[in-house]
């Protein structure tokens, strides 16, 4: 069982700038892809970045040049920074942990973390 906690969020300006912090429990956190995901009110959740075991980084096209995603193996921790950020950025961050052991996939979600881009 794997436990991950948000921390981060919060209200900030249009153009403003938020790091997200999503720390996971247990050991197999190095061999873990680990995501962020967004969901807005009435929308559905949508994958924002991921970073691989081997520190590989996709993007959401919306995204893309204003957010970072990046991680601390010694720390069991994953980021997401975002910057320039606009009012549709406004969501519940989630950040997702999966791998795979013994043959089979696990997949871990945290509480999530509000981010309201607002002026």
């Known amino acids: 069982q794997v436990q991950l906690v948000e921390s981060g969020g919060g209200l900030v300006q249009p153009g403003g700038s938020l790091r997200l912090s999503c720390v996971a429990s247990?050991?197999?956190?190095?061999?873990?892809?680990m995501d962020w995901y967004r969901q807005a009110p009435g929308k559905q959740r949508e994958s924002v970045a991921t970073?691989?075991?081997?520190?590989?980084?996709n993007y959401t096209d919306s995204v893309k040049g204003r957010f970072t995603i990046s991680r601390d193996n010694a720390k069991n921790t994953v980021f997401l920074q975002m910057n320039s950020l606009k009012p549709e950025d406004t969501a519940v961050y989630y950040c997702?942990?999966?791998?795979?052991?013994?043959?089979?996939?696990?997949?871990?979600w945290g509480q999530g973390t509000q981010v309201t881009v607002s002026s």
């Open positions: 970073i691989t075991s081997g520190k590989s980084t």
């Open positions: 997702r942990s999966s791998y795979i052991i013994l043959g089979r996939r696990r997949e871990y």
């Open positions: 247990g050991s197999i956190f190095s061999i873990a892809n």
